[in-house]
């Protein structure tokens, strides 16, 4: 993966798929710490302790069209090849915690890319699921909680193309304020 | 700042063409490949592409964007779809944003086939 904002998007999926109603992504960054932390968080499925092994390893997928299952890999690899550290934590019917921490200093480190990106398509596919979205560096943080927009739109949808650019703008403009970018 | 308020009046808006979009049994799909594969292949920008161009066009009451996961042919991502009530699923392969306007034009528009971009086309 060319960014790490397309690896938080892959597994993402994979709490979707667990049928969560509220995944919490949350992006840590600080220059001052030399640290970065990653985390998804859902109240899905959940996983047995054998099943999280199970991830880990490449060649296993609940899928059956394909013999391999690289998500989780990829994600994992991402991390500890800065020398950072990656961790699951999952409870069967109370859902799964994936976290990983990276050194961004390092030179096998990934860029984070466009995760606005990320989290506006994971909201415009996924329009019944809940996102709780924060993103912090070292000069503020933001939050975008699809509850909240849920509680001001009533029955009108989360993929309505309005509301979808409305979104995004949000986005831009709060992490142009914690990159420390000039207010608009 | 983009505020609560403006939202507010987007979801007023919206309302009034709610029903329309809600009720079109008729809309077209487009199916980008998000899986580990596709997103890899750089479905992403596949995706923006669609979402914009259909906005462009003010086609969003008839075309709806989604993502579907991998149907095992990892080596064409990204893959997009494209189902339309009453005809055949087309299938295109290793689709770039810059073949996204002529998809939406010749095939969601006027119904005709990008038969290059197809998975027939690079099979043979």
Redesign the interface.
Known sequence: ??ELS?NV??VA?NSVRAEASLVRITVEESEKDDRMKIEIADNGCGMTEEQVQQVIDPFFTT?T??KV???VP?FKLSAEQTGGSFNIQSEKNVGTTTTAIYVPSHMDMTPLG?ID??VK?LI??NPQIDFVFTHSTDLGSFTLDTR??RE?????SLD?????E?IG??LE??TQNIYGGA?L | MKSLAELKAIRDRAKAQLDLRKENPNAARVLVGMATCGIAAGARPVLNAFTEEIAKRGLTDSVTVTQTGCIGICQYEPVVEIEIPGEEKVTYVKVAPEMVPRIVNDHLVNHNVVTEFTIGAIQK
């Open positions: 993966m060319r397309l998007m892959d999926q899928r069209t394909r299952g690289l998500g990829l466009d990106s990320t398509i415009q596919c909240e927009l001001v739109l009533g029955d009108v309505t193309p309005d509301v979808l409305w703008q949000y403009e709060n207010s």
